[in-house]
């Protein structure tokens, strides 16, 4: 448990000791293992062969509720290693406990806190009394494997939120039952924007429909053009490589549990077996293409971007949605650059964030700046102290001078330098981390990377990874979520649906669509002999963000009555009016809101 935890934190670490105590009240039998408090409130994992049901939680959530009005005070008690090892078989816990006993490194002060009858392991903090709890609720029941492993076995994890007051508490419940309504895999599949097939393709492996695609294809249109404006030179990679391209780099064998199985082939000359690994990261491909030709200080900044697919295998109970996948889409690009060029270089990347903040209408976020833990140096991240202190000073400074809303996390950096995780809030106000940006002092001369110094000696490049859309399947995930499926017209799938009112008018419909269409706009026309009424519910259930109707009125006057998802009925404009203003609203990418 982390020291100097927040009251907010110290709340619903409390919370989830009260959940652990009404659980062995109703189920004795129970092994706990830990709960800790998280950003959105708490859990506690449980081994018990009686598996938690809807009406379990509900007995479990009114039990805590006794806990609290008992009043029960939380007391710390420090004993020596020997005695805490005897109290955790008083307490027959000790087929989880006495393993976290044994995470206490020697030397470090062990704690229990006890509230009522229950005693638990635990450094703390917590609030003084059980009656300072004034607002919670236990949400969900999921499966854990005991420390994150799936060799272990899996527990019950009980997933629980506390707020301060309850009014707090009920702005969250109203917040969790929106992002319901805008889950992207119910929206996804609405929308049929993309789908899975985990028995035949894969699990994790998402298949773009022809309507999602239109968003991947979009996404990577605006990221090539800004890239294309910041002066990056675009490459493409192969999907695979062998095993000692990772090893120079490496990522092996630290990244192997989460890179897909090796691949063993003979090679063509002396029939000696190579294996290949499906990439799952870029840059050690884009190193080999900045030492493919001789560089000169006069050659850097050098900004290679690439939207090549890597492949990572996440474990099975990690996948969700697009959220998590095993195939994904790196908006991913590499700086090569001296260490004068370093602060402009980092700063326009952050400027690059802030830029697609603004476009798609994201007023909250927070730049995590990741730094190292130095007793961690040659174990955690590379043995270089003074790069370490140097290239962590410099994302500081740049996170100063900028004014960027930004938090310092340590002991979180990449193995190979300081880097910032971008965290935003969808229109709902629920967080997602979409995207990085990291320092890379390390693997540079691993490849033996070089530039040619002003004074004709040899210096090792800086390298900057960045990809500030992340993955586009993440992306997009986000985008669902905080659009709620209302894409603005620029980035919907169907721009356009021409509703005729008879079949008198489908020759105008249909003339109309060939216009549009021949403009670059993704249009359609619905000629089903259905009633209006029909035809415009539907397209308001497939969120179409411009409706055309037309009669005999508008095809003998050349007009179109426009209704708009976002600025409702815009009533009645010639149809080369119409096209204009929807070829500068997709034009300009301007921003629109459901309202």
């Not at 087929?95 to 470090?108: A, N, S, V």
């Not at 590499?334 to 697609?356: G, P």
């Not at 040659?378 to 100063?400: A, I, Q, S």
């Not at 969120?543 to 009925?569: C, H, Q, T, W, Y």
């Amino acid at each position: 448990m982390k020291d100097n935890m927040t009251p907010l934190e110290e709340l619903r670490h409390s919370s989830a000791h009260v959940l652990a105590t009404a659980v062995l009240r109703l189920f004795p039998d129970a092994q706990l293992d830990i709960g800790p408090p998280t950003d959105s409130g708490f859990y506690y994992d449980f081994d018990l062969d009686h598996k938690f049901t809807a009406e379990d939680l509900e007995n479990i959530e009114a039990q805590m509720k006794k806990v609290i009005k008992e009043n029960q005070r939380f007391e710390r008690v420090e004993v020596p290693r020997e005695e805490a090892v005897e109290m955790i078989k008083e307490m027959g816990q000790e087929t989880y406990k006495l393993g976290r006993l044994d995470d206490i490194p020697e030397g470090d002060t062990i704690s229990f806190y006890r509230n009522g009858e229950f005693l638990d392991l635990c450094a703390g903090t917590h609030v003084n009394y059980t009656k300072k709890i004034k607002a919670v609720k236990l949400l969900s029941i999921a499966g854990a494997y005991h420390r994150g492993d799936s060799k272990n076995k899996q527990l019950q994890r009980i997933y629980g939120t506390a707020f301060p007051t309850k009014d707090e508490l009920a702005e969250y419940l109203e917040m969790l039952e929106e992002a319901k309504k805008r889950d992207h895999r119910r929206i996804g599949k609405d929308m049929q924007l993309f789908t899975f097939d985990a028995e035949q393709v894969g699990p994790g492996l998402p298949l773009w429909l022809p309507k999602g695609t239109v968003l991947v294809e979009e996404l990577e249109k605006l990221a090539k053009e800004t890239e294309f404006d910041a002066g990056y030179e675009r490459v493409r990679t192969p999907h695979l490589a062998k095993e000692s391209l990772y090893l120079t780099s490496g990522h092996l064998p630290y990244y192997e549990e989460s890179m897909f199985p090796a691949m063993e082939f003979e090679e063509e000359t002396g029939g000696e077996k190579v294996r290949y690994f499906l990439k799952a990261m870029n840059c050690p491909h884009h190193h080999k293409i900045f030492a493919a030709s001789p560089r000169s200080y006069r050659d850097l900044p050098v900004r290679l971007a690439e939207y090549g697919t890597c492949y990572r295998y996440e474990q099975s109970g990690e996948l969700m949605g697009l959220m998590r996948v095993r195939s994904m889409q790196m908006n991913d690009a590499h700086i090569y650059c001296t260490a004068e060029q370093f602060e402009a270089e980092f700063n326009a990347v952050n400027e690059m964030y802030l830029k697609y903040f603004k476009l798609f209408g994201l007023g909250k976020y927070l730049m995590r700046f990741s730094t190292h833990e130095p007793a961690k140096l040659g174990k955690k991240y590379v043995d270089n102290p003074e790069l370490w202190k140097k290239t962590e000073t410099m994302v500081r400074d740049v996170l100063k001078s900028s004014g960027i809303n930004y938090v310092e996390v340590p002991d979180e950096a990449a193995f190979y330098g300081p880097k910032i995780d971008v965290q935003v809030w969808s229109a709902i106000g629920r967080e997602f981390t979409i995207a990085t940006n990291q320092v890379d002092f390390a693997v540079p001369p691993r490849f033996n990377l070089e530039y040619t110094t002003s004074e004709n000696s040899k210096e090792t490049p800086l390298c900057i990874h960045r990809a500030p859309l992340g993955t586009h399947e993440r992306f997009i995930g986000f985008l669902i979520e905080h659009f709620g499926g209302d894409f603005p017209t620029w980035l919907a799938p169907e721009q356009v649906r021409i509703l005729p009112i008879s079949d008198k008018v489908a020759d105008y419909a249909t003339d109309l669509l060939k216009d549009l269409k021949a403009s670059g706009i993704r249009a359609t026309a619905d000629l089903h002999a259905e009633k209006l009424g029909a035809k415009i519910r539907k397209a308001e259930l497939d969120k179409i963000p411009n409706v055309l109707i037309v009669g005999p009125k508008e095809a003998e006057e050349g007009n179109v009555s426009v209704r708009s998802r976002f600025d409702g009925d815009r009533g009645t404009m010639s149809r080369d009016a119409f096209k204009s203003d929807l070829l500068e609203l997709i034009q300009s990418r301007t921003l629109q809101i459901k309202k």
